[in-house]
């Protein structure tokens, strides 16, 4: 059997599948993934505002009322699908959630070279799903 300290020692062996990226690299992948998340997060903000002016045309007062009541949250007794408006405000605050995370990357990564394994390909946006 081999040891881990056997296999650490072998320049012919490769363990696992990773990626080397320059961290020049990096950091403009992550103000390109920035950019995106901010351009999305603003659209989403532009199509929620037209969805509550829709959903506040369309909605009676007692909608409205009712609406007010149940802005707190959900419980058993009120639940409720999702609106509109609430599901395009959870994809703005995702994108802007994840502009953040790509603000930070493009500040703090260094010019060292990276080995990023898949699921960290994933995570930074390199691919979309695992192989």
Do not use: C, W
């Amino acid at each position: 059997m081999t040891k881990p300290s056997e296999v650490e020692n072998r320049p012919d062996l490769i363990q696992g599948i990773y990626v080397e990226v320059a961290g020049s690299k990096l950091k403009a992948h992550a103000r390109k993934r920035k950019a995106h998340h901010d351009k999305r997060a603003a659209a989403y903000e532009k199509r929620k505002i037209a969805a509550t002016k829709r959903d506040t045309r369309a909605m009676s007062e007692h909608e409205r009322q009712m609406d007010l009541a149940n802005a707190g949250g959900y419980t058993a007794s009120n639940s409720r699908p999702r609106s509109e408006v609430e599901e395009l405000e959870s994809h703005r605050r995702r994108h802007l959630r994840l502009a953040e995370f790509f603000e930070v990357m493009a500040e703090f990564a260094s010019a060292l070279t990276y080995r990023l394994d898949p699921d960290e390909m994933v995570q930074l946006e390199f691919v979309e799903t695992r192989p």
